[in-house]
Every structure is written in structure tokens, then in C-alpha cells.
Nanobody, 122 residues
Framework: QVQLVESGGGLVQVGGSLSLSCLASTRTFANYAMGWFRQAPGKEREFVAA????????SYGDSVKGRFTISRDNAKNTVYLQMTSLKSEDTAVYYC???????????????WGQGTQVTVSS
């Protein structure tokens, strides 16, 4: 069982930056690919980014390419999402997820965090 706890959400202005963190409670963090998703009110959950277990391969949703960066620190059991040039449409609850591969995380994650709210105001 893997527990994921997100942090770093909050209120930011349009054009600003914010960094999210996700701490995983497992001794085998390096065995998992990790991902970020988001869900805005009234919308379906959307894939944001994923990273493989080594941190050498990443993928992004089209709406965040070039603005968001996913990274991880296996020594700290933590995955990060650096968000820049934020837009009002980035407002959502952001969820951390874990799975056996980057493709699996994107399709059907095995584990989910509880989410952290990001609000981008104009």
C-alpha cells in the first residue's frame, strides 16, 4: 500500500508560479512511476504529467506542455510539479498518483493522493 500526500497548493495570480510536492509513504518509492492529474469543478479528471521511476523520462498533457515540469527525488520519496505562467484555467484540485510504469500511471494509476487545491486568480 502506498499513501500519497500532496502539498503546496494555494492561491496565485495569473502569470505566477507555484510548486506542488507529493510525499509517498513507501520503502519502494523508486519502483513506481509517478504522475499528476487535476480536476476542475464540473470537469473530468485530466492528465497533467508523468515521470518514470528514474526520473529520466517524462510526459505532459497538451494544455501544460512548456509551462509545467515534473521531477522527483527518490531519496526523499517525493515527486514535484513546478507550474509557471499559470492561467485561470489551471484552477483545479491537483492529485498525485503512482503506478508501475509511466504509461500505467497515465492510464490507470494504482494509488491516488487526496488532492491539493490550486486557484489561479486574475
Amino acid at each position: 500500500q502506498v499513501q500519497l500526500v500532496e502539498s503546496g497548493g494555494g492561491l496565485v495570480q495569473v502569470g505566477g508560479s507555484l510548486s506542488l510536492s507529493c510525499l509517498a509513504s513507501t520503502r519502494t518509492f523508486a519502483n513506481y512511476a509517478m504522475g499528476w492529474f487535476r480536476q476542475a469543478p464540473g470537469k473530468e479528471r485530466e492528465f497533467v504529467a508523468a515521470i518514470d521511476w528514474r526520473g529520466s523520462s517524462t510526459s505532459y498533457g497538451d494544455s501544460v506542455k512548456g509551462r509545467f515540469t515534473i521531477s522527483r527525488d527518490n531519496a526523499k520519496n517525493t515527486v514535484y510539479l513546478q507550474m509557471t505562467s499559470l492561467k485561470s484555467e489551471d484552477t483545479a484540485v491537483y492529485y498525485c498518483a503512482a503506478g508501475p510504469s509511466r504509461a500505467a500511471v497515465r492510464a490507470t494509476p494504482d494509488y491516488w493522493g487526496q488532492g491539493t487545491q490550486v486557484t489561479v486568480s486574475s
